[in-house]
């Protein structure tokens, strides 16, 4: 509230300005940023407050908004569990908490009987949310298996990335992201993703961090230790992978999927290999990611898998993720 009092101005009458709006806090997704580990050590985050308005009608400055820089493949949750926003396209951006609207200075009160009013209203409250931020990370591959079936030592002969690898289970506790390079500047990304095991579906083991991150993977391939080094049979493996899946969530069975017999250095692999193949009715990829054979056959096939899902898109249709072509996929 306020009234111009000037020499020689008679009857200056009010000149309150209005207070500036409030920032307001916004999420946007950015190809940059692969973790959530900032907001996880940060996770208190204001917006600017606006200015306060004075007179000789001077409006305060509105505040500037507070934008938090979050992964490509993150979903926004109310406490109550709700899905807000998922986040997922480079730029896409929620709005998290608005910010509240600036007070009115007394200027606007005036009327031709209310000459000298003294009314005037305070700012508005911003709004104060508690959210949950959840990152389900987008690839192009995923790589699903059972504990040392060496999907790490795969990612490794792939890619550039170098994932943790030891001779004991769950040696990768989080996601780990490599690109496969390719001579025409195309690239693949490839998430090896922690180790699943029987009953992951209900929280077992590393359960849903795993499976949270299958869901965006816009391949799967899934990996087997064909030697049985740990005295399980590869088949069965197989078959456990794609029941938790399925428990998990059906659709990811319909995935455009290749298997690849790992460990294939090993002199039991080539007996338990036409096994498998038999029991499951699939031809899987033979590899060895500890000696790299059969690792550029590999590359090759995942380029190929790539340029026609491509294809597909660029005519209108995804079914490149979802139908079944190739001796090579998983059915």
């Known amino acids: 509230m306020s009234f111009r009092r000037e020499k020689f101005v008679p009857k200056g009458g009010p000149d309150g300005g209005d207070g500036g709006d409030g920032g307001s806090v916004i999420l946007r997704a950015d190809p940059q940023v692969d973790s959530l580990v900032s907001i996880y050590y940060e996770p208190h985050r204001s917006a600017e407050s606006g200015g306060h308005g004075k007179g000789k009608l001077m409006h305060g400055r509105n505040g500037r908004n507070l934008t938090v820089l979050v992964p490509c493949g993150t979903e926004v949750r109310l406490e109550s569990g709700e899905t807000v926003a998922d986040l997922v396209e480079p730029g896409q951006e929620y709005i998290a908490a608005r910010g509240g609207r600036g007070g009115k200075g007394n200027r606007h009160w005036l009327t031709s009987t209310h000459r000298a009013p003294r009314e005037s209203t305070p700012g508005e409250e911003g709004e104060a949310v508690t959210l949950r931020l959840e990152l389900k990370l987008i690839a192009d591959v995923g ?3 059972y504990p040392n079936a060496g999907k790490s030592s795969l990612l490794r002969a792939l890619t550039g990335a170098r994932p943790k690898v030891a001779a004991y289970p769950f040696t990768t506790l989080n996601p780990v992201i490599g690109t496969l ?3 025409d500047y195309t690239s693949l990304t490839i998430a090896d993703l922690p180790g699943l095991i029987s009953g992951a579906s209900r929280g077992v083991g590393l359960g849903h961090a795993f499976l949270r991150h299958v869901e965006r993977s816009r391949m799967l391939v899934y990996v087997i230790d064909m030697a049985g080094a740990d005295g399980r ?3 069965e493996d197989y078959f456990s992978l794609r029941e938790e899946l399925e428990k998990h969530n059906k659709a ?8 690849i017999a790992n460990k294939m250095d ?3 692999a080539e007996a338990n290999l036409r096994i498998f193949a038999e029991k ?3 031809r899987p990829i033979a590899v060895s990611a500890a000696t790299g054979a059969g690792i550029e056959p590999l590359k090759k096939l995942l380029r190929r898998e790539s340029k026609r899902r491509q294809r597909s898109f660029r005519q209108g249709s995804g079914r490149s993720l979802h139908s079944a072509a190739g001796t090579s996929e998983a059915r």
Not at 252 to 259: F, M, N, Q, S, T
């Open 143 to 145: 790589l699903v298996g």
């Open 181 to 183: 390079a390719f001579e």
């Open 233 to 235: 049979n590869p088949w």
């Open 252 to 259: 990811l069975l319909a995935r455009r999927a290749i298997v």
């Open 266 to 268: 090993i002199p039991s």
């Open 280 to 282: 499951t009715g699939t």
